[in-house]
């Protein structure tokens, strides 16, 4: 029996010792692949053209990350628009697992789905972070006949209606607070006059060479105009007033009407990210949102924080998600 127990303590130590080198081995693996870092070029993809509000973004993070001494190759902001950001997104999407991809999302990337744009869904990517809202401004010429929400709900409800510009395309944050304000106006908005581009700045040129009599957008694209007495804001889908110079633009709220809309912007990374990369990730956005630039530009484009890590990005998306689901199901761009 001694004999026995001896044998026996001896199999259960060699046991343990093995289970332990496991564990050790394990732990360093982890440990390595906490510690992923990028070993190429990386490409910020956006899903409009130049010069909009989304190259603007990813221009911005660009900057920052630039003067991350830890972070030693380069960045390159790539635009590929087109498909209301399904372009961009399903070239990230394909870059299975890797973390040099990375692309600005926007509400499209939910909305895609349910107008049956493409066939990437959301879940084809992997969520790295949540950056901020803008709320949703309507716009018209300064000096044209719509000079307050009033005057677009009264036109509206006319047999010709006016033509409103909206971006990125449908299903985006534009598109949804116009159908939301056709909605609490009583009004179908499937008899609507809706016209889609690109991006927000070409829906804002169009308006300035009256190709279109109202477009929607974020201050970050507008206000520039709204300054030099170019175009007019005759309201804004926030729940309260913006700060700053554009505090004067009534929301929808005071106007009567309860329309609501923010478009968020996030960071997505392409299918089946890891969480080494996602985690490197979301420690370097994390360091931008902190940052002194970032800040400024939350003033400066009217830019409402509200950051958020890949986990709770992901739960924001399905949220959002079926939100969308309810707001689009009786479009006749509806699935």
Same mark, same amino acid.
């Given at each position: 029996?001694?004999?026995?127990?001896?044998?026996?303590?001896?199999?259960?130590?060699?046991?343990?010792?093995?289970?332990?080198?496991?564990?050790?081995?394990?732990?360093?693996?982890?440990?390595?692949?906490?510690?992923?870092?990028?070993?190429?070029?990386?490409?910020?993809?956006?899903?409009?053209?130049?010069?909009?509000?989304?190259?603007?973004?990813?221009?911005?993070?660009?900057?920052?990350?630039?003067?991350?001494?830890?972070?030693?190759?380069?960045?390159?902001?790539?635009?590929?628009?087109?498909?209301?950001?399904?372009?961009?997104?399903?070239?990230?999407?394909?870059?299975?697992?890797?973390?040099?991809?990375?692309?600005?999302?926007?509400?499209?990337?939910?909305? $895609?789905? #349910? &107008? *049956?744009?493409?066939?990437?869904?959301?879940?084809?990517?992997?969520? +790295?972070?949540?950056? =901020?809202? /803008?709320?949703?401004?309507?716009?018209?010429?300064?000096?044209?006949?719509?000079?307050?929400?009033?005057?677009?709900?009264?036109?509206?409800?006319?047999?010709?209606?006016?033509?409103?510009?909206?971006?990125?395309?449908?299903?985006?944050?534009?598109?949804?607070?116009?159908?939301?304000?056709?909605?609490?106006?009583?009004?179908?908005?499937?008899?609507?006059?809706?016209?889609?581009?690109?991006?927000?700045?070409?829906?804002? $040129?169009? #308006? &300035? *060479?009256?190709?279109?009599?109202?477009?929607?957008?974020?201050?970050? +694209?507008?206000?520039? =105009?709204? /300054?030099?007495?170019?175009?007019?804001?005759?309201?804004?889908?926030?729940?309260?007033?913006?700060?700053?110079?554009?505090?004067?633009?009534?929301?929808?709220?005071?106007?009567?009407?309860?329309?609501?809309?923010?478009?968020?912007?996030?960071?997505?990374?392409?299918?089946?990210?890891?969480?080494?990369?996602?985690?490197?990730?979301?420690?370097?956005?994390?360091?931008?949102?902190?940052?002194?630039?970032?800040?400024?530009?939350?003033?400066?484009?009217?830019?409402?924080?509200?950051?958020?890590?890949?986990?709770?990005?992901?739960?924001?998306?399905?949220?959002?998600?079926?939100?969308?689901?309810?707001?689009?199901?009786?479009?006749?761009?509806?699935?």
């Amino acid at each position: 029996m001694g004999i026995g127990r001896r044998s026996c303590f001896g199999v259960f130590t060699g046991i343990a010792l093995v289970c332990l080198w496991a564990c050790v081995m394990s732990g360093q693996a982890r440990s390595q692949a906490s510690q992923w870092a990028p070993q190429k070029n990386i490409e910020l993809i956006v899903p409009t053209a130049p010069g909009s509000s989304m190259d603007l973004l990813a221009r911005l993070i660009q900057d920052i990350l630039k003067k991350d001494p830890s972070l030693k190759p380069p960045i390159t902001v790539q635009a590929r628009s087109g498909g209301g950001g399904a372009v961009a997104w399903t070239y990230v999407s394909r870059k299975v697992g890797d973390g040099h991809y990375l692309a600005i999302s926007g509400p499209t990337l939910l909305s $895609n789905e #349910l &107008l *049956g744009v493409g066939d990437l869904t959301y879940k084809d990517v992997t969520p +790295v972070a949540q950056l =901020f809202t /803008e709320y949703i401004a309507f716009a018209v010429n300064a000096d044209g006949p719509i000079k307050t929400g009033a005057d677009l709900v009264d036109a509206l409800r006319r047999p010709t209606p006016p033509s409103v510009g909206i971006a990125p395309g449908f299903g985006g944050s534009n598109h949804v607070a116009f159908v939301k304000l056709a909605r609490a106006a009583q009004i179908d908005p499937n008899k609507l006059t809706t016209v889609p581009f690109k991006a927000a700045n070409e829906a804002i $040129n169009a #308006l &300035l *060479g009256g190709h279109i009599d109202v477009a929607m957008s974020t201050m970050s +694209v507008i206000a520039p =105009f709204l /300054e030099a007495g170019k175009l007019r804001a005759i309201a804004i889908a926030a729940p309260k007033r913006i700060g700053g110079a554009q505090s004067v633009i009534p929301t929808w709220k005071e106007q009567g009407l309860d329309v609501v809309e923010g478009n968020w912007r996030g960071i997505v990374g392409p299918k089946n990210l890891d969480q080494p990369e996602t985690a490197y990730w979301n420690s370097r956005l994390a360091a931008v949102v902190n940052s002194a630039e970032w800040a400024d530009s939350l003033e400066r484009y009217y830019w409402d924080a509200d950051y958020a890590d890949s986990a709770t990005s992901r739960k924001f998306l399905d949220a959002r998600y079926e939100e969308l689901r309810a707001t689009l199901a009786t479009l006749n761009l509806g699935k």
